[in-house]
């Protein structure tokens, strides 16, 4: 609906099938994405973007390469300079230049983190390097060779940014994410449930399914496809 947007893109398998739908709509000829920009919320640090793992690949994979937008307006941290100072530094300006992202989508970590805005992070900070925890790289290295090969470190977009995006959809899926999701939307507002902070943001869209969905179903007492207060 607005062809120039800003877009802040996530990983992970939760918008796989998201970005499915847009190339199908961008084949159908519905959509152009000439004029989009896109800023991706985290990468991981010392990864190259032709590393099959790396957050660039799996952005060039699943969707970058198969619509029409401008390569110049795809932006991912680099995973590959070393000073994290530099680094954020530049995305940040990247970030401010761009006038703010009009719809940030986020997935969810099992520990509530959003990007890669682990437990007990800052709610008041812009990109930044983190060190990841043991429940994150746990939870990521399915995707690598061995669990020794999981970066430790990544760049994410902070709370801050992602709290700057005007509006928000949250993708969640399987019962891995049904606590973190029931802490974020029903816990009390906290750092050590990155995702709790969503609920200071006016415009915060949920799309799970019903097992990501299940203790807050439970708890409210309330069947699928109904109401959730
Ligand atoms: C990763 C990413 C997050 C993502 C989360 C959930 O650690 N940094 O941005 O939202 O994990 O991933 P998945 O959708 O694969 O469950």
Redesign the pocket.
């Known amino acids: 609906m607005k062809p120039d947007a800003v877009l802040g893109l996530?990983?992970?398998?939760?918008?796989i099938g998201t970005y499915k739908q847009l190339i199908e709509w961008y084949n159908k000829g519905d959509l152009d994405f000439s004029e989009i920009h896109t800023v991706n919320?985290?990468e991981y640090k010392g990864l190259s973007p032709e590393n099959p793992q790396s957050?660039a690949y799996y952005m060039s994979t699943n969707l970058l390469n198969h619509v029409n937008i401008p390569k110049e307006n795809t932006n991912i941290p680099n995973g590959l300079e070393d000073d994290s100072e530099v680094e954020c530094a530049r995305y940040d300006n990247i970030l401010h230049s761009l006038g703010g992202i009009d719809l940030q989508l986020?997935?969810?970590?099992?520990n509530g983190?959003?990007?890669?805005n682990e437990p007990g992070n800052n709610f008041n900070k812009e990109t930044h390097c983190v060190t990841l925890t043991e429940n994150?790289i746990q939870?990521?290295a399915r995707f690598f060779d061995s669990i020794d090969d999981v970066p430790k470190y990544?760049y994410?977009m902070g709370i801050k940014n992602i709290m700057q995006a005007k509006g928000i959809l949250l993708?969640a899926s399987?019962a891995?994410?049904a606590q973190a999701l029931y802490d974020s939307f029903y816990g009390p507002i906290t750092p050590s449930v990155p995702g709790s902070i969503l609920q200071l943001h006016n415009n915060v869209t949920v799309i799970a399914d019903e097992a990501a969905l299940s203790i807050i179903l439970k708890e409210h007492e309330i069947t699928p496809g109904g109401h959730i207060k």
Do not use: M, Q, R, V
Not at 10 to 15: F, L, N
């Open positions: 996530a990983t992970g398998e939760s918008p919320l985290d957050y986020l997935g969810i970590g099992g983190h959003i990007g890669f994150t939870a990521n990544a994410t993708i399987g891995a994410k």
